[in-house]
């Protein structure tokens, strides 16, 4: 395969995946799966939402995605665009920031150069000065541990520390729920223009409609484990960011159509 | 610290911690110049005065101090050293954590009494035997508290330097041992004392210098003063040696603090 080929190929592949979570005691995983016969497939430049009621498995998802849990059955695929043997590194942002308490910021911005994953440690500077300015943060944070920074500059940074180690793919775990709704819009515009600008495929975990529908491309509910029908969120300009996405005249009409099918995932799930 | 005190009010802090010990000097004054006889067993503040100054001037507390030191400080950084190396190291492997466990139980509730006249007849009478009883007395401690500080890491780190792709020696550089520091410091601050108490006993037992054997030899004359400005002496040490650690901790853990 060359590298043309893999470039179209999409970024994450995900067939018939299988899960449950082996209950306490017995070795056999319990007959109740939580993720079943799942597919799914990120392509570059890309955000797919995952949109879900609570506890209907959209963490263990992105586990399974990141090899935190191994699957039962079906396949995971992420696109290798380095040496076969080398592991795609992928861009976990957890729920809760996970910066290292002990390192400043800017020890914790560099732990992609002291992991080893990655090989030129003379941009290190340069990239760090970059994605501080693309974050508005300022520069002396790096000197500050995280105790010291506010909830969204801790995810902002957690965000960066992720994208230091180069990966193309991006996991997001509700990583806007903590925030107020100024910083919560800020950060979606942040975030959808690093996508597009780099041309990296994010999947981005959210109980939040309407930041599904202005920050997606493609919009999908899980419910009991599988996936329902995919959403197409078709707008007008997909470099349109999320701010202005909100305004458009389409955007009333998807909150609708996503809204529905959740309710009668939910109601479903009830009864 | 967030509220700031005049310097005036920190004199008056400094006289409050003095109080206390002032007030016991005092009652120990008047109890035995009340009655002489009972200076025999309860020396007195004038004579344990007298006693610091011999002492001092000959040389004599400050030697045994430095011996005692010496043997305690030691036994402490190898005991706390070794024991905190093999404790975190114990995380790579949870079989020989568990083939350990019982016999670092043992090693952890055996008393250094009981082992010091076999340490004293293997190792002699010299600063070797106390070093060791010292040894002891701490390595157990820092396995028991470096293990539990391995063992006690935030998931949500392991789960990041799995995400990343970072082999085990890197998440145990990166991770493990500096969030175990602080089961590490603590075990330091348990140790300081009991490496101290471990030099002592070897020295109480048998021994011909450091401040056990000034006490027991004193004792065993019915000099109580000097066995007061050896027990002056110690307590001296252990808070100077534990002001120490508190630095190391400070330096140590400064993202705490800040
Ligand atoms: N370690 C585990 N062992 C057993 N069951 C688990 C474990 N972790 C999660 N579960 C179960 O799996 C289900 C899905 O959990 P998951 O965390 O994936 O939900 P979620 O969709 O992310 O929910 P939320 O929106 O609340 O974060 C839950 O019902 C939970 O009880
Ligand atoms: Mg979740």
Same mark, same amino acid.
């Given at each position: 395969?060359?590298?043309?080929?893999?470039?179209?190929?999409?970024?994450l592949?995900?067939e018939?995946?299988h899960?449950?979570?082996r209950?306490?005691g017995?070795?056999?995983?319990?007959?109740?799966?939580?993720?079943?016969?799942?597919?799914?497939?990120?392509?570059?430049?890309?955000?797919?939402?995952?949109?879900?009621a609570?506890?209907?498995?959209?963490?263990?998802?992105?586990?399974?995605?990141?090899?935190?849990?191994?699957?039962?059955?079906g396949?995971?695929?992420?696109?290798?665009?380095?040496?076969?043997?080398?592991?795609?590194?992928?861009?976990?942002?957890?729920?809760?920031?996970?910066?290292?308490?002990?390192?400043?910021?800017?020890?914790?911005?560099?732990?992609?150069?002291?992991?080893?994953?990655?090989?030129?440690?003379?941009?290190?500077?340069?990239?760090?000065?970059?994605?501080?300015?693309?974050?508005?943060?300022?520069?002396? #944070? &790096?000197?500050?541990?995280?105790?010291?920074?506010?909830g969204? +500059?801790?995810? $902002?940074?957690? *965000?960066?520390? /992720?994208?230091?180690?180069?990966?193309?793919?991006?996991?997001?775990?509700?990583?806007?729920?903590?925030?107020?709704?100024?910083?919560?819009?800020?950060?979606?515009?942040?975030?959808?223009?690093?996508?597009k600008?780099?041309?990296?495929?994010? #999947? &981005?975990?959210?109980?939040d409609?309407?930041?599904?529908?202005? +920050?997606?491309? $493609?919009?999908? *509910?899980?419910? /009991?484990?599988?996936?329902?029908?995919?959403?197409?969120?078709?707008?007008?300009?997909?470099?349109?960011?999320?701010?202005?996405?909100?305004?458009?005249?389409?955007?009333?009409?998807?909150?609708?159509?996503?809204?529905?099918?959740?309710?009668?995932?939910?109601?479903?799930?009830?009864? | 610290?967030?509220?700031?005190?005049?310097?005036?009010?920190?004199?008056?802090?400094?006289?409050?911690?003095?109080?206390?010990?002032?007030?016991?000097?005092?009652?120990?004054?008047?109890?035995?110049?009340?009655?002489?006889?009972?200076?025999?067993?309860?020396?007195?503040?004038?004579?344990?005065?007298?006693?610091?100054?011999?002492?001092?001037?000959?040389?004599?507390?400050?030697?045994n101090?430095?011996?005692?030191?010496?043997?305690?400080?030691?036994?402490?950084?190898?005991?706390t050293?070794?024991?905190?190396?093999?404790?975190?190291?114990?995380?790579?492997?949870?079989?020989?954590?568990?083939?350990?466990?019982?016999?670092?139980?043992?090693?952890?509730?055996?008393?250094?009494?009981?082992?010091?006249?076999?340490?004293?007849s293997?190792?002699?009478?010299?600063?070797?035997?106390?070093?060791?009883?010292?040894?002891?007395?701490?390595?157990?401690?820092?396995?028991?508290?470096?293990?539990?500080?391995?063992?006690?890491?935030?998931?949500?780190?392991?789960?990041?330097?799995?995400?990343?792709?970072?082999?085990?020696?890197?998440?145990?550089?990166?991770?493990?041992?500096?969030?175990?520091?602080?089961?590490?410091?603590?075990?330091?601050?348990?140790?300081?004392?009991?490496?101290?108490?471990?030099?002592?006993?070897?020295?109480?037992?048998?021994?011909?210098?450091?401040?056990?054997?000034?006490?027991?030899?004193?004792?065993g004359?019915?000099?109580?003063?000097?066995?007061?400005?050896?027990?002056?002496?110690?307590?001296?040490?252990?808070?100077a040696?534990?002001?120490?650690?508190?630095?190391?901790?400070?330096?140590?853990?400064?993202?705490?603090?800040?």
């Amino acid at each position: 395969m060359n590298s043309q080929s893999g470039r179209d190929g999409p970024l994450l592949s995900i067939e018939g995946l299988h899960f449950a979570f082996r209950s306490a005691g017995t070795a056999s995983p319990s007959s109740l799966a939580l993720i079943d016969n799942l597919q799914l497939s990120v392509f570059r430049g890309e955000i797919v939402c995952i949109l879900g009621a609570s506890g209907c498995g959209k963490t263990t998802l992105l586990n399974l995605i990141a090899g935190l849990l191994k699957p039962e059955a079906g396949k995971i695929e992420i696109l290798n665009s380095r040496a076969a043997a080398v592991r795609q590194p992928i861009g976990y942002i957890f729920q809760n920031d996970a910066l290292l308490p002990w390192r400043t910021i800017e020890g914790n911005l560099r732990l992609a150069d002291d992991i080893g994953g990655n090989s030129s440690k003379e941009g290190t500077q340069e990239r760090i000065a970059a994605y501080l300015k693309t974050f508005h943060l300022d520069r002396q #944070i &790096l000197k500050q541990y995280p105790s010291q920074l506010s909830g969204g +500059m801790r995810q $902002r940074a957690s *965000i960066i520390q /992720a994208l230091m180690f180069d990966p193309d793919l991006l996991l997001l775990d509700e990583p806007f729920s903590a925030l107020d709704y100024y910083t919560k819009l800020r950060l979606e515009g942040e975030f959808h223009q690093l996508v597009k600008g780099e041309n990296k495929g994010a #999947i &981005l975990v959210t109980h939040d409609i309407e930041e599904a529908v202005a +920050m997606g491309d $493609r919009l999908v *509910i899980m419910d /009991a484990g599988r996936l329902g029908n995919e959403l197409s969120i078709c707008k007008s300009d997909d470099r349109c960011q999320p701010e202005n996405a909100r305004g458009m005249p389409e955007f009333a009409e998807h909150y609708r159509q996503v809204w529905s099918q959740l309710k009668s995932v939910i109601e479903g799930a009830r009864c | 610290m967030l509220i700031f005190r005049p310097a005036i009010s920190r004199l008056l802090q400094w006289s409050l911690y003095l109080l206390p010990l002032l007030a016991m000097i005092a009652a120990w004054y008047f109890y035995t110049a009340a009655d002489p006889q009972r200076q025999f067993i309860f020396s007195s503040p004038e004579k344990v005065y007298l006693a610091l100054v011999r002492l001092i001037s000959s040389g004599e507390l400050f030697h045994n101090s430095c011996v005692t030191v010496m043997e305690a400080v030691i036994g402490f950084v190898i005991g706390t050293t070794c024991g905190a190396m093999f404790g975190l190291s114990l995380w790579y492997s949870r079989l020989i954590a568990r083939i350990a466990r019982p016999y670092i139980t043992a090693l952890a509730t055996v008393p250094v009494f009981a082992l010091a006249p076999i340490l004293i007849s293997w190792f002699g009478i010299g600063i070797l035997s106390k070093i060791m009883l010292a040894f002891l007395s701490t390595v157990a401690v820092a396995i028991v508290q470096s293990y539990q500080g391995a063992m006690s890491v935030e998931p949500r780190f392991l789960r990041l330097m799995l995400v990343v792709g970072a082999s085990r020696w890197k998440t145990f550089t990166l991770v493990v041992v500096p969030s175990s520091l602080i089961w590490v410091i603590n075990a330091m601050k348990l140790n300081i004392g009991l490496a101290l108490l471990g030099a002592f006993i070897g020295e109480f037992i048998s021994a011909e210098e450091g401040l056990g054997y000034m006490i027991v030899k004193a004792s065993g004359l019915y000099d109580m003063a000097t066995v007061f400005c050896g027990v002056i002496a110690l307590i001296l040490i252990a808070l100077a040696l534990t002001a120490a650690i508190e630095q190391v901790e400070h330096r140590l853990l400064k993202w705490k603090s800040s």
